[in-house]
């Protein structure tokens, strides 16, 4: 009987030690986790579970989440209640739960809502994640101003469903840490926990390289450049622009990994690059495009234009998504809800904006209740969907 038990015992321990494996290897990727500078930012700034940190006033941080609430609920109400139901019903069974979002700054939260059941989110924009380590170091008045300026940022994300590029782009300096602080606002928003909070580069064949403690301290006095001419300089150092944030549902099940990558994805940048080989690794992918400056129109980000109409299985997007030429020509149909009469940047109209216009006028008129990215030139929502033909 004894060595049957400890037979039992030793299958029950494999079985366990393999489900570990297989639903959490990233715990042994490597590098450094800064998992309790996450939870500290998800008490504290994004108003989530758990005690608060030691020096932090209980008075700032009650009155910092009774503001943050308000805005919290009107993006349940306006968002959240209309969406998530009309995204059930549109994804279509078997879609890839690998989910790419370019030009996807502050975008976890949307994400989730449109990909409910993902796997793995990774979100593109010129911004970094963030140092994690600040605001623990700020004096009360100081973390006060802090988070009423992200307060204003995040507010305006969940007024709207949109993130300003001023508003982001702010971040990318001060106590806040930019990206990240989105991200756990999202996963308070929508009752998910942080597990695990990484930093990394991208090598030039595709593959991740988690930065361990001591690479991180080489790189403390490198700030970050900005990424693009017209943006802004971090004041962080550069070893926390990329992260790997795990999460899971506050009541348990798998974790889902968000990756967040600071690279400008214009050809310049993009082509050839070790980005663009990660992406290609996925394989098929689901993607969400919004609020992405119609950048997608244009010649210069063809990379991008092609690597989506290549991988992609089915995409949710505003009107800075793909134009209908280049998604008829790759084989793709495209669904349109709400109306488009024009660009909601006046200086992006020409052609594009008429066949994006004409492609609106060919189909029979869906509502869609909530804003989705941009509205349109005189504020009607609108999206697009799609799919293979």
């Known amino acids: ?34 998992i309790n500078e996450a939870r500290a930012i998800y008490r504290v700034v994004a108003c989530g579970g758990g005690a608060l940190p030691g020096g932090i006033d209980a008075a700032v941080i009650e009155d910092h989440c009774s503001r943050m609430g308000k805005n919290i609920e009107n993006y349940r109400f306006n968002f959240i209640q209309k969406a998530a139901p009309f995204m059930a019903a549109s994804r279509p069974g078997g879609i890839p739960r690998t989910i790419v979002v370019p030009f996807g700054g502050g975008d976890l939260l949307p994400a989730i809502v449109v990909y409910p059941e993902a796997s793995e989110i990774t979100t593109i924009s010129l911004e970094g994640a963030g140092d994690p380590r600040r605001f623990l170091k700020a004096n009360r008045q100081q973390l006060r101003q802090a988070l009423e ?3 204003l940022n995040v507010g305006f994300m969940l007024m709207t469903n949109d993130s300003s590029n001023a508003s982001i782009r702010s971040l990318e300096r001060g106590l806040i840490p930019n990206q990240l602080a989105f991200s756990l606002t999202a996963l308070s928003i929508l009752g998910r926990e942080p597990v695990s909070l990484k930093f990394f580069r991208v090598e030039n064949d595709g593959s991740i390289h988690y930065l361990t403690f001591e690479e991180i301290a080489e790189l403390e006095k490198v700030r970050g450049q900005r990424l693009k001419g017209s943006w802004i300089d971090s004041d962080f150092s550069v070893a926390y622009r990329n992260m790997e944030l795990v999460f899971r549902k506050k009541a348990g099940g798998d974790s889902i990994i968000h990756r967040h990558i600071a690279f400008n994805l214009d050809d310049k940048h993009l082509a050839g690059s070790g980005v663009l080989r990660h992406l290609e690794k996925k394989g098929n992918v689901s993607v969400m495009i919004k609020g ?23 995409c949710i997007s505003d009107s800075t998504g793909l134009l209908p030429k280049h998604a008829s020509n790759a ?3 495209q669904t349109t809800y709400g109306k488009f009469t024009g660009a909601f940047l006046e200086d992006e109209g020409g052609s594009n904006a008429s066949a994006m216009r004409s492609l609106f006028e060919s189909q029979p008129f869906r509502p869609l209740p909530f804003r989705f990215g941009y509205s349109d030139i005189h504020g009607a929502n609108h999206l697009i969907i799609t799919r293979p033909r």
């Open 149 to 151: 300026e992200y307060r």
């Open 1 to 34: 009987m004894a060595s049957n038990g400890n037979t039992f015992n030793h299958i029950i321990f494999s079985l366990l030690t393999a489900t570990f494996f297989m639903c959490c290897s990233w715990a042994h990727a490597g590098g450094h986790d800064f």
């Open 292 to 314: 992405a400056s119609y950048l997608l129109w244009f010649d210069n980000f063809s990379a991008l234009r092609n690597y989506l109409l290549g991988h992609m299985a089915f």
């Open 331 to 333: 084989g793709f149909k």
